[in-house]
């Protein structure tokens, strides 16, 4: 069997029938997992992605690792269903602060399903704490074991850039950020993610520094750019997904699961 030359990975954040900011509907979200499993793409986990990158593990020719930002509750009612139907895998990255306890909420049923309101309530619920109406509880996040694993978004989702002027008390904070969602992965589910990604994005070269130090091997951003083997761990690129039930997705996964025209797009539309 032929290895990947270049993987693609797909960042989601609401698999959602409300429309809003980030979100992808069912039905367009059914449509695009259809399609991998109908083309014969492999859904990696994020150890066998880490080492395609670390030149460890011969990823299959059709790779990709499909992930989403901070844990939202339509993860396990929309998209989790999608996914374990069609035999796929997904990555979380959960911001565990976010995170609630109580019973897992049912999985969708004709009969109805909880609420799963757009981008800008679930920001709205968060910050007036309220954060279990719309957000993943652990034990949803145990139900999805097997076919979704979970890996941090940090603890409290705070762009530590923007809110500590001191260099030497932004390290601080910033580490214990990234310290309390490792040590909270590991006591709920029985392991320490060495897999990060950024908040909106944001790192610089300390911030590298820092998660390393806490152990984070594979940092993800929110760079659209073409993993191969030579992409450092520390600066994994993704693709933001669109809400398309056309051409548009087919054709994004053939372009960034070749290294070559991959490259050439980003250099030409930019990233």
């Keep these: 069997m032929r290895a990947a030359q270049a993987v693609p990975v797909l960042m989601y954040h609401h698999v959602s029938p409300a429309p809003g900011l980030v979100t992808v509907s069912p039905e367009s979200f059914q449509s695009q997992m259809a399609y991998l499993a109908r083309a014969g793409y492999t859904t990696l986990t994020a150890d066998q992605f880490l080492g395609f990158l670390e030149g460890n593990y011969a990823a299959p020719r059709k790779s990709v690792l499909i992930t989403f930002d901070d844990g939202y509750l339509d993860n396990y009612v929309f998209a989790f269903p999608i996914l374990k139907a ?50 993943l509880r652990w034990s949803e996040i145990e139900a999805m074991q097997g076919v979704v694993e979970v890996h941090s978004h940090t603890h409290t989702h705070t762009r530590w850039d923007k809110t500590v002027a001191s260099e030497p008390a932004r390290d601080a904070a910033l580490a214990e950020d990234l310290s309390t969602s490792r040590e909270a992965l590991r006591a709920r589910l029985g392991h320490s993610s060495g897999h990060l990604c950024w908040p909106q994005g944001y790192f610089d070269a300390r911030y ?58 980003t250099a030409l539309r930019g990233k």
């Excluded at 976010?98 to 999985?107: F, K, Y």
Aim: glycine share 10%; aromatic share 10%; charged share 25%.
């Design 86 to 135: 069609l035999g796929l895998r997904a990555t979380i990255f959960a911001v565990t602060g976010w995170l609630g306890e109580g019973p897992a909420r049912h999985e969708r049923l004709d009969a109805g399903w909880p609420d799963c309101p757009n981008h800008r309530a679930c920001m709205e619920a968060i910050a007036g704490a309220q954060a279990d109406r719309v957000m």
């Design 208 to 265: 590298q520094t820092i998660a390393r130090e806490l152990g984070f091997r594979a940092l993800y951003t929110t760079d659209k750019h073409v993993n191969t083997g030579a992409t450092p761990p520390e600066n994994v690129g993704r693709i933001v997904i669109k809400d398309r039930r056309d051409a548009w997705f087919a054709r994004r996964m053939w372009i960034y699961s070749h290294a070559r025209w991959g490259r050439l797009y």
